[in-house]
């Protein structure tokens, strides 16, 4: 009888360490769908942000239609992007084409002041704060998540269960501060626009990814 009761325990024992490991992973696995679902809202939010910023810049240098084209490229492939790589390499290179327009509007005074553009240049600048917080926080979760996988024993229950290492979202060194502007005083009305550097190339798509269509 007591060897019974000792093996029993030791089954309820075993069973209950499977189970906590278990619902650990999946609860720091919600952690980081959760984290990711934040970022998307920015990233949808800077999105919308975009064409009415573009429109305003258009109304005061409509012949720098490359940077524009190049802006609206790079936002549909980053709308496009599918798996947390192809979404980072997509945001970076949005951020690089965003910094190039507003590179344009520097050299028009009027643009500078008016009052629609500053307010869209402002909602740009905390969106993109609030999208490099909510990086942080999930790249954090996928620490936490990650390191489980490798440690015993939650390394046995991860590969019974097939739970898979989770990517990060990482910005390139030039793209990790938010877009902005510094708007000093400007004069004057209607400047010539200064010579601008050509557009940022697309990035070459992932293998076995389409390139995503030109709008």
Known sequence: MVVWIIVIAVVVLIALFFMLGYNRLVRLRNQIEAAWSQIDVQLKRRYDLIPNLVETVKGYAAHERE??????????QAIDARGIEDQAQAENFLTQTLRQLFAVAEAYPDLKANQNFLALQEELTGTEGRIAFARQFYNDRVLVFDNALEQFPSSVIAGMFNFEEKPYFEAEEQSREAVRVDFGQGGGTGAPPAQSSPPAQAPPPSSGQQPPAVP
């Open 67 to 76: 940077t524009f084209e190049s802006v609206t490229r790079a936002r549909q």
